[in-house]
């Protein structure tokens, strides 16, 4: 089993819609969860960090943690095409090593 | 513009050949990560430097050594390239690190694009 969980996709949205990105992972103990946005060529960009069970906003972005179930989720209202890009889950686990997904890709449609 | 700055962006070289990857930020972060990033196998660690003068191997060391020559700076080397480092290679910095505080996330460079042939 991996340590972060991600499905690969393409996950394919329409302009406007919703998109979810979901993870999971192992180490009961992970304290703090993050999410990247990787355009194709590029470096990873954080976009969203949390730390607390529950819900974190940020504009359009919403990220959702749930330590009882190891999930970590993240939520793209109003996608734009501008959004497709690779989304990395991390996870900085009981002894702060940080460990990532494989990634996600999201294609947004006009 | 603040941020972490990669030397080169693309590098080819041949199998037994070495070369050092240049890492450098100007945030005074104190803590600095080399990562490899491989199709289907996401970001993994080689090596971190969690404070200036202090240095610690990660998920995948072997055939790379490292050196934090500052609290700026941290190089990647390899002494003797394989077809198996062809790889995109990440430096990132964080304002704390591993065993310090988990909290904040990390700023990438632009990456290094290395083939070995």
């Known amino acids: 089993q991996k340590e972060v969980e991600q499905n690969s996709g393409p996950l394919s949205v329409p302009e406007g819609a919703i998109a979810s990105l979901n993870c999971t992972y192992s180490d009961r103990g992970s304290q703090s969860f993050f999410w990247y946005r990787q355009y194709s060529g590029k470096s990873p960009e954080l976009i969203m960090s949390i730390y607390s069970n529950g819900d974190k906003e940020d504009g359009r972005f919403t990220a959702q943690l749930n330590k009882a179930s190891q999930y970590v989720s993240l939520l793209i209202r109003d996608s734009q095409p501008s959004d497709s890009a690779t989304y990395l889950c991390?996870?900085?686990?009981?002894?702060?090593?940080?460990?990532f997904g494989a990634g996600t890709r999201l294609t947004v449609k006009p | 513009n603040a941020g972490v700055t990669q030397t080169p962006k693309f590098q080819v070289l041949k199998t037994g050949q070495s070369m050092t990857l240049q890492c450098a930020q100007d945030?005074?972060?104190?803590?600095m990560y080399w990562y490899r990033q491989d199709p289907g196998m996401g970001l993994r660690l080689i090596y971190y430097s969690a404070s200036e003068g202090t240095t610690d191997k990660g998920e995948v060391p072997n055939g790379y050594n490292v050196s934090r020559l500052n609290k700026r700076e941290f190089s990647l080397r390899l002494e003797s390239a394989a077809p198996s480092q062809t790889s995109v290679y990440f430096c990132?910095?964080?304002?704390?690190?591993?065993?310090?505080?988990?909290?904040?996330?990390?700023?990438f460079g632009s990456g290094t694009r290395l083939t070995v042939v």
């Open positions: 990132a910095s964080s304002p704390t690190g591993q065993g310090v505080g988990g909290r904040y996330g990390y700023t």
């Open positions: 991390a996870v900085n686990r009981v002894n702060n090593d940080m460990r």
């Open positions: 945030m005074n972060h104190n803590s």
